[in-house]
């Protein structure tokens, strides 16, 4: 049974070589470790032109949605039964593949989650549902990280921060939307694959770390440094609800109710604060319609 990992980095060295050693370090070998690069410039291409054990692919800054499409499809063209997609920040426990690929054994599955910790905090966005009727409502039900799961769980959705992908699913479901750059692009991948009928298995004794970022930060220096995301997060979590909604107040209304969370915040703090700007609300205004009209050419 040949694996394939694939991880997406961009310039995060220091992260992606402790990736590299723990996936080296797993008791069930790995049959090729794929790295995309996206245009890093902080010495990773140096390094990885290094590594004579890993496949490297180097591209433009496409995100992380365009760095799994790329990456899963070079595993699923070199003929991968299973591709093990994560980041650069996510480190797996020794014993994580063996413990998904265990699992097996006891519930079928097309997708296996491993559980993901950070500084002994479970932090994972697996969920057990989609709400696609209540716009004043999550569109995520049943976050596994607010209950108490012990054994392994069937859920809706999980992040492309470990996943374990059979290749059947990438046959029938295809590859992650690139147009979406970053946020949202698992949650769309686990949507397209509930449609047709895959399973996705959370797997709690698979363990993975996640490092931790801006713990030493002020609200004002973590919304700053994040501020470029927020625009993604506002277009693209526009975008599933428009797309997967399934009536009018879905569609339009709950994505109404986020981008105005976002403009207020900016409108109260732009006086007071680096964090934002009144020239980020027309931005963030943009990225909802943006959402709404499906429009995701990068930001």
Not at 185 to 202: E, H, K, Q, S
Request: glycine share 8%.
């Amino acid at each position: 049974m040949k694996i394939v990992a694939v991880v997406v980095t961009y310039n995060r060295l220091a992260l992606l070589q402790r990736t590299i050693l723990q996936l080296h370090r797993q008791t069930r070998p790995l049959d090729d470790i794929v790295v995309v690069n996206n245009g890093s410039t902080d010495g990773t291409a140096e390094w990885l032109a290094t590594q004579t054990d890993l496949t490297v692919i180097t591209q433009d800054n496409l995100g992380g949605a365009g760095g799994f499409k790329t990456g899963i499809a070079r595993a699923y063209d070199d003929c991968a039964e299973w591709i093990w997609c994560m980041d650069d920040d996510v480190f797996p426990a020794d014993d994580c593949l063996a413990t998904l690929l265990n699992t097996l054994a006891v519930k079928e599955a097309d997708i296996l989650a491993p559980r993901r910790w950070q500084e002994g905090r479970i932090i994972c966005n697996d969920f057990k549902d989609y709400n696609l009727t209540r716009p004043f409502s999550s569109m995520y039900v049943g976050r596994i990280a607010k209950l108490e799961v012990t054994e392994p769980t069937y859920v809706a959705g999980t992040a492309f921060e470990g996943p374990l992908i059979r290749r059947g699913v990438v046959k029938l479901v295809g590859l992650p939307n690139s147009e979406l750059f970053i946020f949202c692009d698992d949650t769309d991948y686990c949507r397209r694959a509930n449609m047709i009928g895959f399973r996705i298995l959370y797997v709690p004794d698979a363990r993975m770390e996640k490092a931790l970022f801006f713990s030493d930060d002020t609200w004002a220096e973590r919304e700053q440094k994040k501020k470029w995301k927020r625009f993604y997060q506002v277009r693209n979590s526009t975008y599933l609800n428009h797309h997967y909604g399934l009536n009018w107040g879905v569609r339009y209304l709950r994505g109404f109710i986020g981008v105005m969370g976002y403009i207020l915040t900016a409108a109260v703090t732009a006086p007071f604060s680096r964090a934002w700007s009144y020239a980020d609300i027309p931005r963030l205004w943009r990225a909802y319609l943006d959402g709404i009209h499906e429009r995701l050419g990068k930001m």
